[in-house]
């Protein structure tokens, strides 16, 4: 469980310059007194480079906004980048760190900085493991994204309540991601005294799924959840329509991406991650736009985990407390939203939501 990001778009043109108004708004902040020095460990070099630039841009822009220094260092995805990045947080005496986005750089680097007592604000490892062990590790570490079994968790607990009063059914393609997806859907509705029509393991990647869409037609589905990637959840809908069907499907954030030759059923539902830049404020969007960088990936999140350290240090000084104690139970306002974290340090609100496709879009469910 290596590199393990949120499930976000990669932006379409990622322009990383640092000057105009960025470079001005550091000089005003370094102009003022301000104390707070943030690292940010980021992947600057190798095959997620574009990601760890997202986390840098966004990381300086909110550290701009708020006259803070920035010490910005390369972690690799690596557990030897992560080590030297510490190593080198902690000679730079930064008040907290931000960023990191694989699990080998993170767990090589906590215990370094646990030594010295900095927080870490990481914005993209899912390993559930990384605080469920806070008891016994003591990691100063706080999750600005999902668990990894935050999807599942968000699939079962709101297909529960849409699908009450519905025949449904939870089929799977047989990985390990299908599989434990599904299943987390079908343990929750029966906790729910819900219990699907039909389950089955079918063969993906198929040109057309008339048989499996047959005998869920025979067993009286008119909602299935498919535990599977986008292109076999949109030719299960369009098999369905073929055959005089109105069943509805649903599926996890892997519709996301959309296959080029079969299109989503308006309709069809997904479980995912809100896209930043569409919950994001207006202020924060238009400093990303003078900057002429989208604000996409890890930008924003980056971004609002610098506003969440800004206000964990003046809480920390107002309350006479380490930065440590606060982060936990306090309600942080950031520019992607209100954000929590529990005692071991995850979010206490699930970021996952319900989309429905309305024929161009998904579009958060709450708002049709």
């Given at each position: 469980?290596?590199r393990q990001f949120i499930g976000m778009r990669l932006p379409h043109a990622?322009?990383?310059?640092l000057g105009g108004l960025l470079g001005a708004l550091l000089m005003t902040?370094?102009?003022?007194?301000?104390?707070?020095?943030?690292?940010?460990?980021?992947?600057?070099?190798?095959?997620?480079?574009?990601?760890?630039?997202?986390?840098?841009?966004?990381?300086?822009?909110?550290?701009?906004?708020?006259?803070?220094?920035?010490?910005?260092?390369?972690?690799?995805?690596?557990?030897?980048?992560?080590?030297?990045?510490?190593?080198?947080?902690?000679?730079?005496?930064?008040?907290?760190?931000?960023?990191?986005?694989?699990?080998?750089?993170?767990?090589?680097?906590?215990?370094?900085?646990?030594?010295?007592?900095?927080?870490?604000?990481?914005?993209?490892?899912?390993?559930?493991?990384?605080?469920?062990?806070?008891?016994?590790?003591?990691?100063?570490?706080?999750?600005?994204?999902?668990?990894?079994?935050?999807?599942?968790?968000?699939?079962?607990?709101?297909?529960?309540?849409?699908?009450?009063?519905?025949?449904?059914?939870?089929?799977?393609?047989?990985?390990?991601?299908?599989?434990?997806?599904?299943?987390?859907?079908?343990?929750?509705?029966?906790?729910?005294?819900?219990?699907?029509?039909?389950?089955?393991?079918?063969?993906?990647?198929?040109?057309?799924?008339?048989?499996?869409?047959?005998?869920?037609?025979?067993?009286?589905?008119?909602?299935?959840?498919?535990?599977?990637?986008?292109?076999?959840?949109?030719?299960?809908?369009?098999?369905?329509?073929?055959?005089?069907?109105?069943?509805?499907?649903?599926?996890?954030?892997?519709?996301?991406?959309?296959?080029?030759?079969?299109?989503?059923?308006?309709?069809?539902?997904?479980?995912?991650?809100?896209?930043?830049?569409?919950?994001?404020?207006?202020?924060?969007?238009?400093?990303?736009?003078?900057?002429?960088?989208?604000?996409?990936?890890?930008?924003?999140?980056?971004?609002?985990?610098?506003?969440?350290?800004?206000?964990?240090?003046?809480?920390?000084?107002?309350?006479?407390?380490?930065?440590?104690?606060?982060?936990?139970?306090?309600?942080?306002?950031?520019?992607?939203?209100?954000?929590?974290?529990?005692?071991?340090?995850?979010?206490?609100?699930?970021?996952?939501?319900?989309?429905?496709?309305?024929?161009?879009?998904?579009?958060?469910?709450?708002?049709?």
């Open positions: 469980m290596g990622l322009i990383v310059s902040g370094t102009a003022a007194a301000a104390a707070l020095n943030i690292g940010v460990a980021a992947p600057l070099s190798g095959p997620s480079t574009i990601l760890g630039r997202q986390i840098e841009y966004g990381a300086r822009l909110g550290a701009g906004t708020r006259g803070a220094e920035t010490a910005v260092v390369d972690d690799k995805c690596t557990a030897e980048g992560g080590a030297a990045a510490a190593t080198q947080f902690v000679s730079a005496k930064v008040d907290v760190v931000v960023g990191f986005l694989c699990t080998e750089a993170i767990e090589a680097a906590l215990p370094i900085l646990k030594q010295a007592g900095i927080p870490v604000i990481t914005l993209g490892v899912r390993t559930e493991g990384l605080t469920d062990r806070r008891a016994k590790t003591g990691w100063p570490v706080f999750r600005l994204g999902p668990r990894g079994d935050a999807e599942r968790d968000a699939g079962g607990t709101i297909l529960s309540k849409l699908w009450r009063d519905a025949s449904f059914a939870v089929v799977d393609d047989g990985t390990i991601y299908g599989r434990e997806l599904a299943e987390a859907v079908r343990v929750a509705t029966q906790q729910a005294a819900l219990k699907p029509v039909f389950t089955d393991t079918f063969r993906p990647e198929l040109d057309n799924q008339v048989g499996l869409v047959g005998r869920l037609r025979k067993a009286g589905a008119d909602a299935v959840f498919v535990g599977s990637d986008g292109r076999d959840v949109a030719i299960m809908a369009r098999d369905a329509a073929k055959l005089g069907s109105e069943m509805v499907f649903a599926g996890g954030e892997a519709l996301r991406e959309a296959a080029d030759d079969v299109p989503y059923a308006t309709g069809t539902l997904m479980i995912a991650m809100p896209e930043w830049a569409d919950v994001a404020d207006k202020k924060t969007l238009d400093l990303f736009s003078a900057g002429k960088v989208l604000p996409e990936g890890y930008a924003l999140p980056a971004f609002a985990a610098v506003e969440i350290a800004d206000a964990a240090q003046k809480a920390s000084e107002a309350d006479g407390k380490l930065m440590l104690a606060v982060l936990s139970g306090r309600t942080f306002p950031t520019s992607i939203g209100p954000v929590t974290f529990d005692a071991k340090g995850d979010l206490t609100q699930n970021p996952y939501r319900a989309f429905r496709f309305d024929g161009t879009r998904f579009v958060p469910l709450e708002e049709q």
